[in-house]
Each structure stands twice: as structure tokens, then as C-alpha cells.
């Protein structure tokens, strides 16, 4: 245990030494109107990969059928990254691996949490290999997360800011992992989700359990005794989510944004159904059940036909902006000075299936365009 802490430490000191020597705009010249140019770091969904995963050499996540996405975003100017979580985990559990990733530590799931949901308190080191030269107030972060993704980011945000009190009662001072002390907002400049659950999905409701064998988007993968509630589709049920929410704060020094997206046409009946083209066929059969679903849940849910637009695994609606945080919808065409903080700007709907913005998987889809803008847009903020 004293060999963890010491370890911890260590990489603590060396990511303060790092961050005293290297510029925020050094991984591109800059253009003309950027105000920054601080690292975008990439965070994937479910069943996803990135940098430490060896999977990724082959087919990144992050430009699955047109090449790195993050490599082509380092030849336009941007400082880019892609981070590698658990892919069936928690919120809680990803956003402690991210956490020792950016930081380059020990990854501490913390005392209380670990005790409570029966797996080990610290997992795996990045002291060694950590993902971004430097994080600090002075060299803050862009965090934009895919799918679940999204949860995760938001969860390491709150976390930076507000830590955590029961991780505080729990734990002696000087073995508290600095991500649940907080007083770190200011080390994240914004956070974008992609194509994310923020209110849940409706694909776990729609099906009772002998359907759902036929139909189940969840942890097929699993191989540890982890608590039930202790892994993502536990927190992507709309009526887990709504207690993520209703904790999480939306933070005023941080500039939020929410690329919600749609595969879905409105049908004869009204219904919703796949549109030719733009749809994944991995995803036809979740988007023709949840764009026909109208009605209470299994679990007790009443769902209205709001709910049926879809990106083949994320109803539309929920990936708009999470329940509880204020949010408006971004105007095209607005400039950055324009744009506030502590506010989360829904960005217009983009045409295409939850796999889309991520380039792809059995579409092909060259997303390069779509993010430059965005990153342009996002140095550019005041």
C-alpha cells in the first residue's frame, strides 16, 4: 500500500515538472483568432478502445473505416488524444481510469466506492506512459466523449470541481486521491458529447427479459464479479441517469456543447424508422424497436413518442442536453464571443447513426471536416 501512495507521488511530481516547461499552443502553430489551443482529449463509448489498447493500431475508434482521426487532427494544428477506459465500466470506475491517464498515476477508484461495490481500490499505473504532456490550470483540457463517453466526461469534470464528500469521510488526507479533494474546475476548458446518453437510453426498457436475450445492448463481454450497479448500462437506464444528473453540476467556468444525432424518418403510422443510406446495419433492429416504442416500460416508465427519434442505440432526446442543467440551442453561424459558460449549447442534429461521428463502421464516413470546425471553434472562445 505505502508503495502505491509513493507512487502516486512520484508521478504527481513529474506531471508538475512537465507542465512548467511545455506551451499550451506548442503541438501547432496557431492560427489567426485562436485565443488557445490547449489538448483535445477523445473519450470513447461502449465496448470501445483507444491509445492503450493494441486494437486501436489497427482499427482506431476514433476513424474506424478513413484512418486516426486523432492523427489527422494533429496534422491540422490540434494537440489530440485518445484515451482508453474500461468498456463496460462505470461512469464512476472510467472517469478514475481517465483521471490516471491525464494525471500519468495509479488509477484510485477510491476507498468508499471500491468497498462498496466489491472490486479492488487501485488499478492500473500510468506513471510511466501518461496520456498528455501536462494538465494544470495553466494547460487545461477540451474533453469530448462519444456515447457513454459523454457520461464519463461530465462525471471527471464534476469530480475536478466538487470532488467527492463520501470519498473524503472515508479516506485519511494524506491517502485521498487529489480527484476527490476538487478545486480543479478551472483545469477543463470545455466538454463536448457526441451522440450521448445523457438521460438514458430506452434501448434497456423497451424489451422484457426474454426479448431483451435477442436484443441486448449491454455487457456481453464481462468477465468480473463486479457489482450490478457498478457498470455502464446500470447508469445508461433513464432512471439511473436521472440521479447521475440531478448530482452532477453543470460548471461556470466551463464551456459545454451536445451533438445529438438521427438515423430515423417519420414513418405512415408515425412512427419512427431507419432511413436508407445513413444507417448502420448493426443498429437497424435497436432503431426499429425503440422508434416503434410508445408506452410504459417494463420498468415502469412512461415514454412518449418523443422518445422514438433515434440514432440506433440513443434516443435523440436524450442526447441533447442532460436533465436539470440549463441549455439552449446553438444558433449556426454565432460567434465565439458570443458563446457562454455553464451553459450546454445544443448543436444542431446530425444525419446519421450513432456510429456516424466516429467515422463509421460499416458506412464509411470521413468525419476530419466535422471536428476541425468544432476545435477551430472551440480555440476561438474567449
Not at 238 to 254: C, F, G, H, M, P
Request: with cysteine.
Amino acid at each position: 500500500m505505502r508503495r502505491v501512495f509513493i507512487l502516486i507521488l512520484l508521478a504527481a511530481s513529474a506531471l508538475v515538472i512537465s507542465c512548467g516547461t511545455t506551451s499550451h499552443l506548442e503541438a501547432g502553430t496557431g492560427r489567426e483568432g485562436w485565443n488557445s489551443n490547449y489538448g483535445f482529449v477523445f473519450v470513447h463509448g461502449l465496448s470501445g478502445w483507444g491509445h492503450y489498447d493494441p486494437q486501436n493500431k489497427i482499427i482506431p475508434y476514433w476513424g474506424m473505416k478513413n484512418g486516426s482521426l486523432v492523427k489527422k487532427l494533429r496534422k491540422e494544428g490540434f494537440a489530440a488524444y485518445d484515451a482508453s477506459v474500461d468498456p463496460y465500466g462505470s461512469a464512476w470506475d472510467r472517469a478514475c481510469e481517465l483521471y490516471a491517464q491525464l494525471t500519468g498515476s495509479v488509477t484510485d477508484y477510491g476507498a468508499e466506492h471500491s468497498a462498496r461495490c466489491g472490486h479492488e481500490r487501485f488499478g492500473k499505473d500510468f506513471s510511466r506512459e501518461p496520456l498528455v504532456p501536462c494538465w494544470s490550470e495553466e494547460h487545461k483540457l477540451n474533453l469530448l466523449g462519444h456515447s457513454f463517453g459523454g457520461v464519463t466526461i461530465r462525471l471527471l469534470a464534476h469530480l475536478m470541481a466538487e470532488g467527492s464528500q463520501a470519498e473524503r469521510d472515508a479516506t485519511p488526507e494524506d491517502q485521498l486521491s487529489p480527484l476527490f479533494a476538487g478545486g480543479h474546475a478551472d483545469w477543463i476548458h470545455s466538454v463536448t458529447a457526441i451522440a450521448a446518453p445523457h438521460n438514458g437510453t430506452s434501448a434497456y426498457h423497451i424489451s422484457e427479459e426474454k426479448e431483451r436475450e435477442k436484443f441486448d445492448p449491454g455487457e456481453s463481454g464481462i468477465k468480473d464479479n463486479r457489482a450490478a450497479y457498478d457498470i455502464a448500462s446500470y447508469d445508461m437506464h433513464i432512471q439511473n441517469a436521472a440521479e447521475i444528473n440531478r448530482r452532477l453540476k453543470t460548471l461556470d467556468s466551463v464551456y459545454y456543447f451536445s451533438f445529438p444525432c438521427s438515423m430515423t424518418r417519420t414513418a405512415a403510422d408515425g412512427t419512427q424508422e431507419p432511413e436508407e443510406g445513413i444507417t448502420e446495419k448493426m443498429l437497424l433492429q435497436s432503431s426499429r424497436k425503440m422508434g416503434a416504442f410508445e408506452g410504459t416500460t417494463a420498468d415502469g416508465l412512461s415514454l412518449g413518442r418523443e422518445w422514438q427519434e433515434n440514432d440506433g442505440l440513443v434516443n435523440t432526446i436524450s442526447a441533447k442536453a442532460p436533465d436539470f442543467a440549463p441549455s439552449q440551442e446553438f444558433i449556426a453561424g454565432t460567434d465565439p464571443s458570443a458563446i457562454r459558460r455553464g451553459i450546454w449549447y445544443v448543436m444542431p442534429t446530425y444525419r446519421g447513426s450513432h456510429m456516424s461521428l466516429i467515422g463509421g463502421y460499416s458506412i464509411k464516413n470521413d468525419v476530419t471536416g466535422f471536428y476541425v470546425v468544432h476545435l477551430d471553434m472551440i480555440n476561438r472562445l474567449p
